[in-house]
């Protein structure tokens, strides 16, 4: 059984819910009673009204990950969970760095730095300057080591960001769930066409 | 105003008792607590099992309007309110009501939610709660139960404003019932409980825009799996509780005896085909029958229905069924490749799935294959059964006593069981005619279920006899519900197996512990007087000549009666599938 563990990796959970006190805490115990750590977890209003994205980012097997993927899905306020690989998403990640301002004042080579990370001023104080850049957790870190000798005071990231590459956007779907009876669009099988991957004998 | 005005429903069946929207507007304002048991009353629930207490009190004076119209029954502690609420559910079909106050009442309920929720059963919870202004200060009797119990329900919300409670309550019981049943807590805190609001009528639930309780059937599958079954050579059909939850009793008869496939049931799908039907081959699981469990391991092509793979069920899973092709039919599609995976799974209500399969299965008999669950059945026999039900003995056996009560209900009475040995002895031997008649917890194993669930079931099916059968342990665990049995007068049936031991667990420390009896020799109390003292008639037997003039005594007592039975101290349940071993590893001995 132990062997799966070399199959792990970090995959992108995407799933669409309605706005409900309580709910974060059902999806997080999906997850804590299997003693798996949530890397990264986002969650915001949509693009549509009344439905919230939430965006989680866990280290783990296909099998384990569809799994809580369907038992997320089957929590009554949540529409629809989808899963998906670092390769099938575009991610980003935010982070915010706070420097003297002086330093930068006086070296010439920080603005330099800053400019090759893609960092822009957010504020600008007499005392402390504000960057804010926006990339994979690499390019993020990267900045950081490199303005860590020049007094940087303080930093944060926010959790990943992730858009789905092949998504058609959720406004059709979302008039599926809203039909008293459900279209075949919403109960997806995902098994359908793709027999031969899923079947493990 | 309803209920005055507009006749009650009659409760036939969960999907009608509901079909009336109830739309009369209140004349005057009403108070929160009114409104929700108009809101039972317009869900056709005619019990509740209940406990009162401080943030509660609203509700309770509401009711107090209402007792001719809700039976309300006082349990003891509200742990056995739950699982009374329970055997009302599994006997009737209907959803089981509870109310509990905040703190340590709503507390006491997690037992009962976390077996509900594993074994799928509909419940609505109403738990009183502090003032709302009060939440999160620590308040008396506070506690944060939506957290608690956020693991153990199938859904769970908060009311703050009476407002809310008609939409909440209606969604509370669709989901309640709805798709694969579970149970459902709603807390309410006082103040909304209080609240007088123009109540604007009450209207049930019959769609959530993010749940789904019914997965689109897809016929191409429906087609796969009867190809699957055509072409089969050793078919086994495994059936769970989902075929009792579907209501599909009709259906899964009407497939197994067209398909002609032998099939076995798990402990909670007990009874949904009679235990006397030729096809039926008997219990799956680590303590089921030697038949099913070694031929799941060579059959070709396996059906499941309305099961999920429990690993009692399965043993080892990389030793289980691997040379079977598994067709896979159940309404929560988590189920689907959680343990055990489909070639060809069956997402859907089996009820409305079963008949399409049945249409394109081939009418066979397997009379080579079906002779060998016959073999294995003589070797069990032999082994182990001969000797449990006709024992030569001079004790007693917990076997002997299920087989002489089975000559006395024919398979007739609803069978309640705790759990340990003697609810594996019950579920192997008991017979069962008709469905809805074993009522067990199966997916938690909770000791102490059978007692008040017993109470419940009898709520749940007034019409049918219920037999109790509970060990020396699990008995005093909730053996305060005897003050439930006295106070209401109902008539339950309580057998009681008395080994002097946890049987169980003793077993296990015989089997794999070297015999090191840790702490599993617990003494009892005098039950024939503790139950006196409760003013219900009790007896004991020790010989084996005293045994069915008792249990007749007992059925036919005009009320409740404990009849308590000293069996062999130190007897094991066999077969049995070790733990961390394979099915077809099974044990006669």
Known sequence: MHQQSIDRREYNITAYTENQVGLLNRIAILFSRRKINIESLNTSPSEIEGIHRFNLVVVETEEVVRKIARQMEKQVEVLKVYFNPNEDVIWQEMALYKVPTDVIAERALVERLLREHGARAVVIRKDYTVFETTGHREETDKLLTVLQPYGLIEFVRSARIAIIKSSQGFHHKLREFERTEPGPEVSENDYLNSRGQVFTM | MYPQEQPRPAPTSPETAVATPFSAPAARPISGAEAALLALLAEGVDTVFGYPGGAIIPMYDALYDFREQLNHVLVRHEQGGIHAAQGYARASGKVGVVFATSGPGATNLVTGLADAQIDSTPLVCITGQVFAHLLGTDAFQETDILNITTPVTKWNHQVTDAHELPAVLAKAFYIARSGRPGPVLIDITKNAQLQKFRFGGYRPCTHI????????????????????????????????????????????????????????????????????????????????????????????????????????????????????????????????????????????????????????????????????????????????????????????????????????????????????????????????????????????????????????????????????????????????????????????????????????????????????????????????????????????????????????????????????VMVMRENNIFPMVPQGCGIGEIRLK
């Open chain 2, 209 to 564: 825009r993010s749940y789904r309780p019914r997965p689109i059937v897809r016929p191409e599958y429906v087609a796969q799996a009867a190809a699957l079954i055509n072409q089969a050579k050793r078919p086994l059909v495994l059936w769970g509780q989902g075929v009792l939850l579907g209501q599909a009793e009709a259906e899964f008869r009407a497939f197994v005896e067209k398909s002609g496939i032998p099939a076995a049931w798990t402990i909670l799908g007990a009874g949904a085909l009679p235990t006397g039907h030729p096809l039926n081959v008997g219990m799956l699981g680590m303590h089921g029958n030697y038949g099913p469990n070694v031929l799941t391991n060579e059959c070709d092509v396996l059906v499941a229905i309305g099961m999920r793979f429990d690993d009692r069920v399965t043993g080892r899973l990389d030793k289980y069924a691997r040379q079977a092709q598994v067709i896979h039919l159940d309404i929560d599609p988590t189920e689907i490749d959680k343990n055990v995976k489909a070639t060809v799974p069956v997402w859907g209500d089996c009820q409305e799935t079963l008949p399409l399969l049945t249409e394109l299965v081939q009418a066979r008999t397997y009379p080579e294959w079906r002779q060998r669950f016959l073999d294995h059945d003589a070797e069990e026999i032999a082994a182990v059964i001969r000797d449990e039900l006709f024992p030569t003995s001079d004790e007693l056996t917990m076997g002997e006593v299920i087989q002489q009560l089975n000559e006395l209900t024919q398979g007739e009475a609803i069978i309640v069981t705790d759990v340990g040995q003697h609810q594996m002895v019950a579920c192997r031997y008991a017979r069962l005619n008709r469905t809805r008649s074993s009522i067990t917890s199966g997916g938690l194993g909770t000791m102490g279920f059978a007692l008040p669930a017993a109470i419940g079931a009898k709520y749940g099916a007034p019409e049918r006899p219920v037999v109790a059968i509970i060990g020396d342990g699990g008995i005093q665990m909730t053996i305060q519900e005897l003050g439930t049995i006295m106070q209401t007068g109902i008539n339950v049936k309580i057998l009681l197996l008395n080994n002097q031991f946890l049987g169980m667990v003793r077993q296990w420390q015989e089997l794999f512990h070297d015999r090191r009896y840790s702490f599993v020799d617990i003494q009892s109390p005098d039950y024939v007087t503790v139950a006196r003292g409760y003013r219900i008639a009790s007896r004991r037997v020790e010989a084996r000549p005293d045994l069915q003039p008792a249990l007749r005594q007992m059925l036919e007592h005009p009320g409740s009666f404990l009849l308590e």
